[in-house]
């Protein structure tokens, strides 16, 4: 005992680092996000598998893709607006990858033909806007991102930072002795 009659303890707390934990689950959950993607068929131009990314703490985990990326899950609704033209230039590139030939007589310039790639562009553009997506309309889904973050996975994520979480509170139980 002190001179004041309190006894004083020092101790050093240690807070859970569940960052490690967090990592191999951002990581893991990319992986088969890419996956999905590739198997089924939503991965033309690999835009949105090169965007996913993860930011983890010791305490928090978050995952990051392109702003279409839930639109290639549920699909997408009719726009309200008359849009900004994103989705129509997202279209034009798209029929480029997918190698998709309007209807040509064979005597076009390459300007021409250019035109009725934008024109077709335009016309799929604007059938989304007004109608929504097919996906969307059918009110289906595929499975891209949900199953991956789905309740077991997130428990399973749970159970194995739950060891960490008794090594920490062992410490401090240790010290208070």
């Not at 007589?105 to 799929?124: F, N, R």
């Amino acid at each position: 005992m002190s001179a004041g009659g309190s006894l004083k303890k020092q101790f050093e707390i240690k807070t859970p680092n569940y960052k490690p934990f967090f990592d191999r689950y951002g990581e893991s959950s990319i992986e088969r996000i890419r996956k999905n993607l590739r198997s089924t068929g939503t991965n033309a131009s690999g835009s949105l598998s090169r965007s996913l990314r993860k930011e983890s703490t010791k305490t928090r985990i978050a995952v990051f893709a392109l702003y279409y990326a839930f639109w290639q899950e549920e699909g997408r609704k009719p726009t309200k607006n008359s849009g900004d033209g994103s989705l129509q230039k997202a279209i034009r590139k798209w029929i480029d990858i997918r190698g998709i030939k309007p209807v040509l007589t064979g005597k076009e310039t390459p300007e021409q033909i250019e035109k009725k790639k934008q024109g077709l562009a335009y016309i799929i553009a604007r059938r989304i806007h007004i109608e929504g997506t097919l996906l969307h309309k059918l009110g289906e889904r595929r499975e891209l991102w949900t199953n991956v973050f789905s309740n077991e996975s997130i428990e399973n994520l749970k159970e194995e930072m739950s060891a960490e979480t008794v090594n920490v509170l062992s410490d401090v139980i240790r010290q208070l002795r």
